[in-house]
Nanobody, 115 residues
Framework: QVQFVESGGGLVQAGGSLRLSCTAS????????IGWYRQAPGKQRELVAR???????TYADSVKGRFTISRDGAENTVYLQMNSLKPEDTAVYYC?????????WGQGTQVTVSS
């Protein structure tokens, strides 16, 4: 079964940066669109950025200009460069296919931004 594995989270001060990595373990096929999601305590999971195999990218308004998503071509490895982090970015970050429910959610990676 394909599962996404995330890494790169940590504790950082406001204004700092982190780079998250994600890969789809066990997938033999290229997944069209992969997104980074986050879930803060007591809130619903939200999509913050997505990228497809053609390089088309969409960001949530809350992260535009601060986060950059990238991908290794058609590979199922995706990165999220997060700059100018804010305390409100604190959440567990996950990646998954955007237009398919066929893939299991990973454990995510915790990002904590201190003020």
């Amino acid at each position: 079964q394909v599962q996404f594995v995330e890494s790169g989270g940590g504790l950082v001060q406001a204004g700092g940066s982190l780079r998250l990595s994600c890969t789809a373990s066990g997938s033999r096929f290229s997944i069209s669109t992969i997104g980074w999601y986050r879930q803060a305590p007591g809130k619903q999971r939200e999509l913050v950025a997505r990228i497809n195999t053609g390089g088309s990218i969409t960001y949530a308004d809350s992260v535009k200009g601060r986060f950059t998503i990238s991908r290794d071509g058609a590979e199922n490895t995706v990165y999220l460069q997060m700059n100018s982090l804010k305390p409100e970015d604190t959440a567990v970050y996950y990646c998954n296919a955007v237009f398919s429910s066929a893939y299991s959610w990973g454990q995510g990676t915790q990002v904590t931004v201190s003020s």
